[in-house]
Structure formats: C-alpha cells, structure tokens
C-alpha cells in the first residue's frame, strides 16, 4: 500500500512542479517582502515551525464535525464546521510563508499538499453553504462533510511526507552530536601570515563537520556550515551587523552564539570556539549550550 500511494505521489509532479515554480515566484515576491510577517508565520519567535502546531487544529475539530452529525447535534456541528474552516485558513497563511523559501522536491510534494487543502476547503464552505440553507435534510451537507475529511487526510499524508521524508523545515542539526571536545581545525584558506583572513567567511574542517570561520581582529568566530534551515553553506554566505546570513534562503545567525536573527530559519546554529594551539595549528570546540 506505501508503495503504491508513493508512486502516486510521485505522478503528481508532471502538474505539481510547473504549478509549484508558478506559484512560487508570487507567493515568495509577497513575503520576502514583508521579513518580520514572515519570520512570525514561520514561527521564529516560538523556535518551532508555526504550521507544524496549527495543522493539527483543522483536522481534530473537522473530524469532530462528523462525530456531531453521527450523533445527530447539527447545531453544535456547523459550529464546529465554521471553526474548522478558520483554522483551515490560518494554517494555510503559515504554510504559504514555509513554501516561500521551500524547494525542489519538496516544493513539488507541497504544491500537491496545498492543492489538496484548498480542495477540502472548497467542499466544506461548500457543505456550510447547504447547511445553511436550511431544511431537516442534511444529507447532502453530511455528505460533502465526510468527502472533504477524505480530501483532507490525503492531504495532511501528503504534507507529513514534505516534513518526514524531504525533511523541510526540520532541524539539520537535530542528530549531530554536541560534544565539547577540542578537536584539530583545517582551515580552507590562510592568508600570508598563516592566520584565517580578515572579514570574509572561510570554510574548515573539524572532524566529520564542516565550520564557517569569520576573523574579526583577533577574535576567531565560528558556526556549523551547514544552515538548520535547508542545510545551505553559510561559508558561501555574508556577513551582515555581526552575522551570518546564508546564501540559500537568507537565514540570518549572530556570530558570538548562532541565535537566529532571521528567518526562514526557526532554528538556532550550533557555535563553536576557536584557538590556536602551541604547535601554530588550529583547535576548535562546540560552546555549550
């Protein structure tokens, strides 16, 4: 049954990736636009993806639309519907801030998520339309009810595969270890004098990691390469007010700490200090957290 439901998916994206780069193009032009909107629907200020928390609203009092009908209180069930489709529309606003910054396979894969959604939402404002119409007959309003749940679970499957298969906004550091060690450091590039130079990010090796190195006068400052967010190279990123911003989406990291100054990112990066050791080389350690 896995396989064939992901081999379905798979299918989509003969629509899904012209419809998702379309889409793209505006809804991020909208929220690059507006940085503190965004980082507050990404959910920056909570450090935890917004979306993430406000999904599983829709779906539970949804679902609590059918138990109502089942049990023959309409009154409390098209209020219940009428909630559901609210919290529909907030978690739709914090998605579409998420795929303003999400890509490739994943952005094929949420288009397909988005394109369910709005789908069950059309067919509940449609059955809250019958409902209102009043009349004893309710069983076409039941009815576009239970079809729009279906719709919606597809959809919700669809969009847990975005998070737990393409791993979109989920911490790229979540399982790296953070022990505090001093371990030997690899510089990339030194300049003449053998120090790191001066104001520009520079790659280094430290063990199985790779380290974004930035020299301010004698201070050596240091975060993980790898971006939490969508695992861009901040080594290929620039230095802005004391961070560093990466070049993919534009995440923005203090140095001194790795506390995220800007989002997508909701995540903060792993830092590090550096020294030089007595034989000239090079040593560096996470800082504790």
């Excluded at 409390?76 to 396979?105: E, F, K, N």
């Excluded at 069983?139 to 919700?156: K, P, R």
């Excluded at 975060?223 to 995440?251: M, N, Q, R, Y």
């Excluded at 790795?258 to 830092?271: F, I």
Aim: proline share 4%.
């Amino acid at each position: 049954m896995d396989r064939w439901i992901a081999r379905l998916i798979v299918m989509q994206g003969r629509w899904a990736k012209p419809l998702g780069d379309f889409n793209h193009r505006w809804v991020g032009a909208i929220f690059h636009a507006m940085t503190p909107v965004r980082d507050f629907l990404n959910g920056r200020w909570l450090g935890h993806p917004l979306h993430g928390v406000l999904t599983d609203a829709p779906i539970g009092i949804l679902f609590l639309v059918i138990v109502l009908d089942v049990l023959n209180q309409p009154a409390a069930a098209d209020v219940a519907l009428i909630v559901g489709i609210l919290t529909m529309l907030a978690a739709a606003l914090t998605g579409a801030a998420d795929y303003a910054d999400t890509d490739g396979t994943a952005r094929e894969r949420a288009t397909v998520h988005s394109v369910l959604m709005v789908l069950a939402l059309v067919v509940y404002v449609v059955s809250l339309v019958i409902r209102t119409g009043g009349g004893d007959d309710r069983t076409a309003a039941v009815s576009t009810s239970v079809i729009a749940f279906l719709i919606l679970a597809a959809g919700a499957y669809v969009g847990g595969d975005v998070v737990y298969v393409l791993g979109n906004m989920v911490n790229r550091h979540a399982f790296r270890g953070a022990g505090t060690k001093w371990l030997a450091m690899e510089p990339a590039e030194l300049d003449e004098a053998g120090n790191i130079p001066e104001g520009k990010p520079v790659k280094a090796k430290l063990g199985i990691n790779t380290l974004a190195l930035v020299r301010q006068g004698d201070s050596i400052l240091a975060l993980h390469d790898t971006c939490a967010h969508a695992g861009g190279p901040l080594s290929g990123g620039t230095i802005e007010d004391g961070a560093l911003v990466c070049p993919w989406h534009f995440s923005k990291y203090r140095l001194a700490d790795g506390r995220a100054q800007r989002g997508p990112t909701v995540y903060d990066q792993p830092a590090y200090e550096v020294r030089r050791t007595d034989a000239g080389g090079w040593e560096a350690r996470r800082q504790a957290t």
